[in-house]
């Protein structure tokens, strides 16, 4: 079993997003995953509510009320959406379970500075730790002004950028339907497919 955390403290930064195209993705992999839902709101068991029984299998779980987090250990891959707000003695006990933590970050100035003590504790957390932390750029260009300022921005945690995902309506329109970008038809998604290849490729790692 494979663990990733998608957490970041902000709402609206694109966690479930994340989360919910991350695990179709692995499903459409053929892998046994398991999408573990944090948020009180739960989203992610929301949206997979409205998956489509002939699309490649998910199963899922509300995990907010436990107090240490308790992974299953049959799954290839579990994908972890937390909430907003995660920090303290809770995101320790989240990054220990996981293999990687993925911080989706919109490179806007509030959605910056909302997330640098975030970061700040992230890297003291995982100093001599196996596990990896990776940044994706959302709703971000990356040849824009944007995208450059996430980058200076970045380089004050020394934490990689692993992927930059462009603002589009195709992730809210699947999403309405309980699927993902990588369900099919694929090809009408090809480009974001292939924004997601570096992230992927850096998880599977
Ligand atoms: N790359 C994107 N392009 C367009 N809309 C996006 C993108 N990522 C997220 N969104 C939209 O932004 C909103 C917030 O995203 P969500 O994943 O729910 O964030 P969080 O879980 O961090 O609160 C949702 O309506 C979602 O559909
Ligand atoms: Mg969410």
């Known amino acids: 079993m494979r663990a990733v955390l998608v957490a970041n403290p902000k709402g609206g930064a694109g966690k479930t997003t994340l989360a919910t195209n991350l695990s ?11 999408l573990c839902d944090l948020d009180r709101q739960q989203s992610a068991l929301r949206w997979m509510a409205f998956r489509d029984p002939a699309l490649a299998a998910l199963s899922g779980y509300y995990a907010g009320n436990q107090i240490v987090l308790n992974l299953p250990k ?26 990687k933590v993925v911080v989706p970050l919109v490179p806007s100035v509030f959605d910056m500075a909302a997330t640098e003590d975030f970061l700040n504790s992230i890297r003291s957390e995982i100093r001599g730790q196996r596990t990896k932390v990776g ?8 040849r824009t002004k ?13 934490i990689p950028i692993v992927a930059y995902l462009r603002n589009t309506q195709n992730y809210v329109n699947v999403a309405a339907a309980g699927a993902t970008v990588f369900d099919p038809p694929r090809a009408k998604h090809r480009r974001e497919v292939a924004q997601w290849e570096p992230l992927v490729d850096w998880l599977e790692k």
Do not use: C, S
């Not at 179709?24 to 398991?34: D, E, I, L, P, R």
């Not at 049959?74 to 293999?99: C, F, H, M, N, S």
């Not at 940044?135 to 990356?142: E, L, Q, T």
């Open 146 to 158: 944007a995208a450059g300022m996430l980058e200076e921005f970045l380089k004050h945690f020394d």
């Open 74 to 99: 049959e799954a290839d891959w579990v994908v972890v959406d937390a909430p907003a707000g995660l920090q303290g003695y809770k995101l320790t006990d989240y990054i220990r379970a996981v293999d």
């Open 24 to 34: 179709g993705y692995f499903a459409n992999q053929g892998k046994v995953t398991t």
């Open 135 to 142: 940044i994706v750029a959302m709703r971000v260009d990356p």
